[in-house]
Each structure stands twice: as C-alpha cells, then as structure tokens.
C-alpha cells in the first residue's frame, strides 16, 4: 500500500527535476550563444549615443529599450553580460585552484599543518567578502583584472573547506590505506589518489561560484569600484540607470537586473543535478 502511494509522488519529483534541468540547460545554451555571437554579428556600436533616441521604451527596433543617452539597451545588456560572465568564469575558476590546493595540502598533510591552514582560513572568514573586495580593488585602478583578483582572493575559502573535508574522507579509504601499505610516499598518495578524488566535488564548486562572482563584480562596479562607467557589465548598467528609474523609466534597470538573475537560477539548476549525481544516496531520498 505504501509502494503504490509513493511511487507516482516520486515520478512526479523526477519529473519536474527533469525539467528544471532542461530548462537550466536550454537557458544557458543560449546565454553562451548570445555572448559569442551577438557581438560580431551585429554590426552595432555599443556605445553610439543618439539623445534624439534616449530612453525609448521597448519597442520592435529596441527590444530593451534604450537608455539615458539613447544607446540600444539589448546590446549594452549583451556585451554586460559579456564581460561579467568573463570576470565570473576567470574568478571561480583561480579561487577553485586556489581553494583546491589549499585544501588538499591541510587534509592530506594533516598535523600542524591542517591547524595552522583552518585557523587562517576561519580568521580571513570574519571579514565581510564585500569589504575584503573593496579593499583590493582600491588599491588598483578600475579595471576588469583587479576585479578578478579581488572575487577570487575573497572567495577561495568555502572551496578549501569542501576540498579538506573530501580529502578527510578519503583518507580513510580502504585503497588508500593499502597504497601506504604498500609504501608509497605521501606526495604519491595525494596525487594519484586524494586530488582525484576531490575535482568532482571542486568542480561543483566552481560552477556555483560563477553566478556568486557575477554578483560580486556588479556589487563592485555598481559602487563605483569595480570596471569603469565606460565600459559595459551588468553593475555598471544598473548603477547609471538609477536615475531613470526615479524618473519612472523601469526598462534601463528591469533588464540587466533579470541579466544576473536568469543566469543564477540556471547555473544553479545545472549545479544542482550534478550534485545529486555526485551523492547518489541523496538522489535515492529524493524520488521516494
């Protein structure tokens, strides 16, 4: 009697996981696809003003609108995009090395070591990540590299907790215990054996950090501390169109907005199905 209560309750919950990640995977199939090719083959320049133009609300010729000075909101949205998935991909993808080797060298190593690591990773914990950020990027001038190095300076720390567990974890396998049994030399054992072992779990964490870096990037360039006002990301588009959305013109704020939204909840759909195939025993609990 249970089984056949469950079972359609289950099939259910398969399903709709099922199109949550068809969805999440169309979704950024075409964001990748509108930053690569949107650019080069619309002959447009960005950064045309036409003030006969400004602030025209969506329309066919102008499906975003246009902003303060008459520049095509669709394409200032794209190239924003463009360039914060840039910073975002750049960024979790050193903060993941840098979170990876981290922890891998305090759970492999273990001791003195381990100790010392955590203690320090806790203590750059305490500081707010947006201030930490702050502080870096004050130091450069505006630019897209500063950014880079601020997100993953900032953000490679919940990565060295994942890593230092998993390692932890696999420490007390049992072919790892024979290959010290063997004899094989501690530097041997974490290379074949640990960091293997850890990548899938430090890959899941860096698909997640992307939309987490994207947002840090525009808290940034939305303060006036990230890429300069020239230049096109998704911070920056709706940091100048808050004076139009006091005005009551919603278009140049309402679209880069749903531009950092939309992306997160894709990236997240997409991070969310590989970890359920990475912990299979919470797969089986949700399609009971």
């Avoid at 002959?43 to 102008?62: E, G, M, R, T």
């Avoid at 499906?63 to 008459?70: A, I, R």
């Avoid at 922890?103 to 003195?112: E, F, K, T």
């Avoid at 588009?237 to 004076?243: D, K, N, S, W």
Wanted: hydrophobic residues 55%; positive net charge.
């Amino acid at each position: 009697m249970a089984e056949v209560t469950w079972r359609p309750r289950g099939r259910a919950r398969r399903s709709t996981r099922t199109l949550r990640v068809r969805a999440s995977a169309v979704t950024v199939a075409l964001i990748v696809l509108a930053v690569l090719l949107v650019p080069p083959l619309v002959q447009l320049d960005q950064q045309a003003v036409d003030l006969s133009a400004k602030l025209q609300p969506p329309s066919w010729s102008h499906p975003f609108g246009t902003d303060d000075v008459g520049r095509d909101l669709l394409l200032r949205c794209v190239y924003g995009l463009r360039v914060s998935l840039l910073v975002g991909l750049v960024a979790a993808l050193a903060a993941t090395v840098i979170g990876t080797a981290v922890g891998a060298a305090a759970g492999a190593l273990g001791g003195w070591v381990d100790r010392v690591v955590m203690r320090a990773v806790d203590a750059l914990s305490s500081i707010p990540h947006l201030l930490l950020g702050i502080f870096i990027v004050a130091v450069f001038r505006p630019g897209v590299w500063p950014v880079v190095v601020s997100v993953a300076v900032t953000h490679w720390l919940s990565t060295a907790r994942i890593v230092r567990a998993e390692v932890l974890s696999l420490r007390g396998r049992p072919y790892v215990d024979a290959a010290v049994s063997g004899g094989a030399s501690r530097w041997r054992v974490a290379v074949r054996h640990l960091v293997p072992g850890v990548l899938p779990q430090a890959g899941l964490a860096a698909v997640l950090m992307v939309p987490h870096a994207m947002w840090h990037e525009s808290a940034l360039s939305f303060l006036g501390l990230g890429l300069p006002s020239h230049q096109a990301s998704l911070g920056n588009l709706v940091q100048t169109a808050r004076g139009s959305l006091l005005a009551g013109d919603w278009w140049p704020t309402l679209f880069p907005g749903l531009l950092l939204i939309i992306p997160t909840l894709a990236i997240a759909g997409l991070a969310g199905a590989w970890r359920d195939r990475l912990n299979p025993r919470r797969r089986s609990e949700l399609t009971l």
